[in-house]
T-cell receptor, first 117, second 114 residues
Framework: DTAVSQTPKYLVTQMGNDKSIKCEQN?????MYWYKQDSKKFLKIMFS???????INETVPNRFSPKSPDKAHLNLHINSLELGDSAVYFC????????????????FGPGTRLTVL | AQSVTQPDIHITVSEGASLELRCNYS??????LFWYVQSPGQGLQLLLK??????LVQGIKGFEAEFKRSQSSFNLRKPSVHWSDAAEYFC????????????FGGGTRVLVKP
């Protein structure tokens, strides 16, 4: 009965590889997000999707590509991994999203710790 | 654009003592404010939130926060700290106009002395 789940929990890989992190939510939400937490614990949004449409795309290298096959899933694909990509990546979801007039609370997944060697 | 500042990077408190974590935000519209806690190696847990109404908000684990619009602050308090409260605490502001984005402060690490 997990609300927002991410796989894998840990990912260790070599520089230059391509990897994906998967996120699924069973809350019936139609907006999903990816956040990055760097080594200094700073949390920053990367992307958001509403009903499979890209809404937020912060200044993220285009090696990062979110993919939303349906509104319950938002996967993060990373090409040509670099040392600086090592971080914890959090997925989140919220109801409704930008069409509502009030902020919609986000629910976070457990995070994926990515280590690039 | 919205921003959140947590002035204290580290705070050390004795078990049983009171705790106050500071948070200042910058946002042009009605702020939606949150406090999250992250224990070592764990995910984010929502402690409490302010959307509107009573400016003193009660949360889980005995935490409370007070919204002061005049000071653009949303400080978190706990009257008596337990060793299990040692963690990283994040204040955040939600902005519907920015695509429902959540902007976090830099975090405050709380250490609890026995």
């Amino acid at each position: 009965d997990t609300a927002v789940s991410q796989t894998p929990k840990y990912l260790v890989t070599q520089m230059g590889n391509d990897k994906s992190i998967k996120c699924e939510q069973n809350l019936g939400h139609d907006t999903m997000y990816w956040y990055k937490q760097d080594s200094k614990k700073f949390l920053k949004i990367m992307f958001s999707y509403n009903n499979k449409e890209l809404i937020i795309n912060e200044t993220v290298p285009n090696r990062f590509s979110p993919k939303s096959p349906d509104k319950a899933h938002l996967n993060l694909h990373i090409n040509s991994l670099e040392l600086g990509d090592s971080a914890v990546y959090f997925c989140a979801s919220s109801p409704t999203g930008v069409r509502d007039g009030s902020y919609n609370e986000q629910f976070f997944g457990p995070g994926t710790r990515l280590t690039v060697l | 654009a919205q921003s959140v500042t947590q002035p204290d990077i580290h705070i050390t408190v004795s078990e049983g003592a009171s705790l106050e974590l500071r948070c200042n935000y910058s946002y042009g519209a009605t702020p939606y404010l949150f406090w999250y806690v992250q224990s070592p190696g764990q995910g984010l847990q929502l402690l409490l939130k302010y959307f509107s109404g009573d400016t003193l908000v009660q949360g889980i684990k005995g935490f409370e926060a007070e919204f002061k619009r005049s000071q653009s602050s949303f400080n978190l308090r706990k009257p008596s700290v337990h060793w299990s409260d040692a963690a990283e605490y994040f204040c955040a502001v939600g902005a519907w106009a920015a695509g429902n984005k959540l902007t976090f402060g830099g975090g405050t690490r709380v250490l609890v002395k026995p």
